[in-house]
Structure formats: C-alpha cells, structure tokens
C-alpha cells in the first residue's frame, strides 16, 4: 500500500499546561516557522531536529503556548527594543514614551516558572503533534493517492489509443496523398508515390515518442507505490510527460491522433495538480 504523504495537515498536543500546535501547507522545501515562549529559545536547536527527522517538504508553522494561571501572569519590558524604537521616534520628531509602550514586542508575557519546566516533557508532548501531523498529512496522501492513479490509468489508456491510431497513419498519408494526386490529374508512378509516403510516414513516425510516454508514465505508476518522499521526482516526470505529448501533437495527421492527445494533456494537468500537494 502507497505511503504517499501530503504536505498539508493541522495537529496539536497537551501537556499539563501547555500545547503544541503543529500547521502544514505546501512549500518547495522544508520550512520551520517555531514561535516558542520567551526564554525558551533553547529548544529551537532539538525542536528543529525533531521535525527534520519526519518530514522533508511542506512550511510548518510550529508554536508552543502556555496556558498561565490567575494571578501568575507577569511581564517584562524589552528595553533594547524600546531603547531602538524611541531613538528613531526622536530623530522624527515624535518623542514620547507612551505611545511606545503599546507596539508589539515592547512588553511580553513571561511565565515566572519557566525554569523549572521539564524540557523533556516538553519535547515529549512536541513528539505527540508531529506524529499527529504526521498522520495527518499520511491520511490526505491516501486520498491525494486515489486521485493520482485515476488520472494515471487515464493517461495509460489514452497512451495505448494513441499507438493505436498511430499505426494507421501510413495508409492515411498514402490516401490523401493519391488524392492530391489524383485531383491535380498528374501522372505518379506507383513506385515514386511508395517514396513520398515513406518520406511523409518517417516525419510522423511517433513510435520513439510513445515508447517514452510508456515509460514515464510506468515510472510515474512506481513512484506511486513507493514509500519515499516522491513530489519532486512526480514534478519531474510531468514534465517529460508534457514533452512527449507535445511531439505526439506536432507530428500527428490524424484528427483522433490529435484529440487524444488533448485527452493526455488535459489528464496530466489534473495529475500534476494533486502531485504538487505531494511530500
């Protein structure tokens, strides 16, 4: 079964009075936003590691709050800050201290027991809202999988038409040619048309390009059953997929020819768009 994993998820974790909440969404690499209690910022260097260790894309937003008790609330003035913002509110003209005092990041919450917090404790509650995003995120990639491998057999089927109409373009470029022929009431030899529908048949010869479509797409059907993190490889692929229908339009006489291809294109738009929510 597919370990498909996908980067957008929510979890969250108790401890006895605080909680982690761990939000994912999709990003081209893996990006840690952490806001963590004053005087915690210790933490940063292992809670990185922790989320490193699970996860390799998406931007997660990562925060532990606590909840404080009436009466234990205090708070503290950052006074390099206000030090700073009252410099620059001088040279302008607009001294005064009041007003500062009211801008964010001036005065902070602070919790007056948060040196005697049990840092594993902490670690260990963190454990609990990345496994559960973790999961999360595992249980969106099933669903993302389903989706992935209807557009898949989608794409395989309409590659096998394609063949198929393919081998009938020779006869197709010898009719009309005899018809252009025939209309212009010009005298061909047999033998001289052989040779035109032979030039022709060789400029729309497209079975170099479906053998490739048939291995990407093959490749792409592998990526789906494995349990490694596969978007970008997936991202890769749509690509030379894309490339090869292209050809596969360009070199196509044939009206069906050229609508399944259409059809190819128009699946692997859909592919391509939940493959980029994939891990």
Not at 30 to 59: H, I, W
Not at 104 to 131: C, N, S
Not at 208 to 230: I, K, W
Request: proline residues 2%; charged residues 30%; hydrophobic residues 45%.
């Amino acid at each position: 079964m597919s370990r498909l994993s996908s980067m957008t998820g929510f979890a969250s974790a108790d401890g006895p009075d605080w909680r982690w909440e761990a939000r994912s969404v999709n990003h081209r690499g893996l990006d840690l936003r952490l806001r963590l209690p004053s005087g915690l910022d210790g933490l940063e260097p292992q809670v990185r590691q922790t989320v490193q260790a699970r996860f390799s894309r998406g931007s997660i937003a990562l925060e532990l709050r606590f909840e404080q008790a009436s009466g234990r609330q205090r708070y503290r003035v950052d006074e390099a800050w206000l030090d700073e913002l009252a410099a620059i509110a001088g040279r302008r003209g607009n001294g005064g201290i009041e007003g500062l005092m009211g801008l964010r990041g001036v005065i902070e919450a602070v919790d007056p027991e948060l040196e005697e917090r049990d840092e594993a404790a902490l670690l260990a509650t963190l454990e609990k809202a990345l496994d559960g995003l973790l999961e999360a995120r595992r249980a969106e990639g099933r669903a993302l999988g389903a989706a992935l491998d209807a557009h898949l057999l989608a794409m395989q089927g309409q590659a096998r038409t394609a063949r198929t109409l393919a081998a009938s373009q020779p006869a197709a470029l010898r009719d009309r040619l005899a018809a252009a022929i025939a209309a212009l009431d010009a005298d061909l030899p047999e033998e001289r048309l052989a040779q035109e529908v032979a030039l022709l048949a060789a400029r729309a010869d497209v079975r170099e390009e479906l053998d490739r479509l048939d291995a990407h797409l093959a490749a792409a059907g592998a990526l789906l059953a494995s349990d490694e993190a596969v978007g970008r490889k997936l991202d890769f692929l749509c690509q030379e997929i894309h490339r090869e229908a292209n050809t596969l339009g360009s070199k196509s006489v044939d009206l069906d020819l050229t609508r399944t291809v259409l059809d190819i294109k128009a699946a692997l738009e859909a592919f391509r768009e939940q493959a980029r929510n994939i891990e």
